[in-house]
């Protein structure tokens, strides 16, 4: 018991997370590294947001790799069903009981569905970043600019340089 207190307070004290998560182990494309997860099916923004696009809806979230660095979420802030969002505008925010920070949208669109189970439950952030802790749905307005976000390589390598670099 010593040796994992010890483990996991240096694991902390150097940002490292190797916590398993249930809602990723049924994902048979993720792509782990020791201190996040970077699913194949998703694609990432440089402000760690992510989006799953299905059809005509794409839901958005912040990544693994945002909530590990957040801390405990305590607190969501989301907008309401039917406003809109623009591309690199705020629409939210995620307080941690390390610092409040704004969620960003990666691409712009119509808001129709937003996650209210993140009200009563802020946590399901760090439990299940992309599986019940998504944020917002939206209806895209312009789906060309999901060809700009980062594929899953590319955002790995984004973490790690920003990692290296702190």
Known sequence: MALRIWASSTANALKISCASRPDLSLTAFALSRCFSTVLDELKYASSHEWVKHEGSVATIGITDHAQDHLGEVVFVDLPETGGKVSKDSGFGAVESVKATSDVISPISGEIVEVNSKLTETPGLINTSPYKDGWMIKIKPSNPSELDSLLGPK?????????DASH
């Open 154 to 162: 590319e955002y790995t390598k984004f973490c790690e340089e920003e």
